[in-house]
């Protein structure tokens, strides 16, 4: 690499907040600034590898893209990568488009375990009665003796099957875009899902967005649901057709517990706020304490990888070729 030659790296996370970062490129801080603010770290034009800033909206995400004429990576802190596939077109030929396997996969399946079991045992219930300050008890469904099907099995699916082991559970299914087998058994094809939702007592959504999975959970999808079954969405919210969703929790048929929504953020006065049965949490998969050890360590590699010009993890995509 010649002296002149552009070595920027853009992180969300101040440099020397990260231990192990390889000498030779130049790192700038830049988490997406503050809401409006246009500043750059540096030239755009002068980044090699980016790292996408984390929880900030897609606006701001992919604001530098066009200007970034020596752009090589891009790295997203999200397993989700539409924010950017979205905008490809302003991206060079050539460019790698990594996601951040590896970093969510705990906090995400720990959410998706504690949504299912808020929503089967009525915990929104008994938060209510305790600021109301009333004793009451009830009859509630347990999470032992389910059937339990994951739709789109990659690696937060299967880490949410991991916490599902010790719950005795009567069954899981695996469901994703290609068949297989694992050590835990089969992968089933998105075209056998007509068939294993009916056996399903709660349906987990893991799977990414793409143009395939896009309104997915149609109507069509949750008539084929059992009755009284509950749907746990911590995948994307345009998965999920919201008006067809909003149909069967408003008849009380099924249950949902969604960590993420369409549209997102939910607006005020959204009739998904007072749908019955539902419980919602705001998109908060991701961001735990988990996340910046896991965060930290990938980009390390990464970089180090860049580097030495050894294959990257986790690509996804490579723009300008066959298989964007």
Known sequence: M???APRDVWLPIPPDEIDGLPAGLDYLFWDGGEEGEQTYPGDPARCVFYVVPYMKRQQVKV????????????????????????????????VRLCNARGVHEASTAELAL???????????????????????????????DKNVLIV???????????RLVPFEVARVARVARSQRTT????????????????????????TPLTDTTRGMVDGP?????????????????????????????ESGRLTAALDVTDPEPLPHGHPLWQAPGVLISPHVGGPTSAFLPRAKRLLVDQL?????????????????????
Not at 71 to 85: E, F, P, S
Not at 152 to 162: H, R
Not at 193 to 198: G, Q, S, T
Not at 222 to 246: E, F, H, I, S, Y
């Open 2 to 4: 010649s002296i002149d």
């Open 63 to 94: 604001g530098p893209l066009r200007e970034m004429r020596n752009v090589q990576v891009v790295q997203t802190l999200t397993a989700g990568v539409d924010d950017i596939t979205a905008r490809l077109s302003d991206l060079p030929p050539g």
């Open 114 to 144: 504690a949504l299912t079991l808020a929503a089967l045992r009525g915990i929104p219930g008994f938060v209510r009665a305790q600021d109301r300050q009333e004793w009451g008890g009830g009859f509630h469904e347990a999470l032992a």
């Open 152 to 162: 789109g099995y990659g690696a937060i699916g299967a880490a949410v099957e991991d």
């Open 183 to 206: 050590a835990r058994g089969p992968v089933h094809p998105f075209t056998e899902l007509p068939a294993l939702l009916p056996e399903a007592d709660v349906v987990v959504l893991t």
């Open 221 to 249: 999808f949750l008539a084929r649901m059992k009755d009284g079954a509950l749907l746990v969405n911590v995948a994307r919210g345009p998965v999920v057709d919201t008006k067809a969703l909003l149909t069967e929790v």
């Open 304 to 324: 180090g990888r860049h580097l030495n010009h050894e294959p990257l993890r986790h690509v996804i995509l490579t723009t300008g070729t066959a298989d964007v």
